[in-house]
């Protein structure tokens, strides 16, 4: 059976899913997306997830033509027609087709795109022995140019930094913002442990509010641990007794090297294993 695609009310197979090249989404970036995930037929965190779409939309002065409550009655009748329980699902917002200028005021008909997917998950090696990841020259966004709270499809800043974490032989890699603080990894948020304590750098350090982010402090304030978002230094990094990466794809991930520097004792740490158990359970419960 064909994969079934959903483009703006209707579903289509793969093959004839289609949309214009004249779409700004295409030209230009201009639009607005989403990375979900299912589990066991529900969807984690959907309403989190359809609130950050929205913002992110309304703050390129898009507006999203359906409202959320039929997007998640789309999400998941996507879900349903591809058979799908466990699964990643990419929803996209484009700015619709337009001419060859930049002003979206000459785009009709925002284009809304859920594909529904089976997940590829990361291999299992690297959640038992954990990550390496370097920190590369790429600096994420100046917010006040482009902020990365929006999940545009200009991906461009992301994608230089993975292209020079590849380059060095590492999957992820660390951005820093243009004040040289930590700021997060090309698709995942970061966390360190230090004496017990669990920090993650703010969300004015110019990163993407993760809802795996929010779901992981949520997990551990309600275990009683404190979690503080605070900004942090690459030594901060290096001096760590623990780091661990989240994300929709990644969920919780070990990092036990950065710079070639090994983290804590260089294994994952006993607080980055208790979180990687109690997000496994919140999802599979
Ligand atoms: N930062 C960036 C830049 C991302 O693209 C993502 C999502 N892939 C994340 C962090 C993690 O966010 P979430 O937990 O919502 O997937």
């Known amino acids: 059976m ?15 899913a289609k949309i214009s090249v004249f779409d700004h989404g295409l030209l230009y970036g201009d639009g607005v997306f ?42 998941y009748e996507a879900l349903a027609v591809n058979k799908i329980t466990d699964g990643y699902i990419r929803v996209v917002v484009t700015r619709g087709a337009g001419t060859l200028g930049l002003d979206p005021n000459r785009c009709s008909n925002p284009q809304v795109i859920i594909i529904a997917d089976r997940i590829q998950l990361y291999p299992q090696e690297l959640y038992e022995k954990g990550l ?17 709270r929006i999940k545009s499809l200009n991906y461009l800043n ?12 590492c999957i992820e890699a660390l951005m820093l913002n243009h004040k040289g603080e930590v ?37 551990a304030r309600a275990s009683g ?28 991930v070990p990092v036990v090297k950065v710079d070639s520097r090994p983290i804590g004792d260089g294994a994952p740490g006993p607080i980055t294993c208790e979180l990687m158990k109690r997000f496994h359970e919140a999802t599979r419960q």
């Open 158 to 169: 992301n994608i230089l930094a993975k292209i020079e974490g590849l380059k060095a032989g």
């Open 34 to 75: 989403e990375g979900i995930r299912s589990y066991g037929g529900k969807v984690f965190r959907l309403p989190e997830h359809l609130d950050r779409l929205w913002y992110s939309a309304k703050a390129i002065l898009l507006e999203i033509p359906m409202t959320k409550d039929d997007m998640g009655k789309a999400i």
């Open 225 to 252: 641990r404190e979690v503080q978002e605070i900004a942090i230094t690459k030594h901060d990094v290096y001096v760590a007794d623990e780091c661990f990466l989240t994300g929709t794809a990644a969920e919780v």
């Open 132 to 148: 390496e990841i370097v920190t590369v020259s790429v600096l994420r966004n100046h917010p006040a140019a482009l902020s990365p």
């Open 183 to 219: 700021a997060e990894c090309t698709g995942d948020n970061i966390f360190l442990v230090r004496g017990g304590r669990i920090i993650t750098p703010p969300l004015d350090a110019g990163i993407l509010e993760g809802i795996t982010r929010d779901a992981v402090i949520d997990i």
């Open 2 to 16: 064909s994969t079934k695609i959903f483009i703006s009310g209707r579903f289509y197979d793969k093959e004839d």
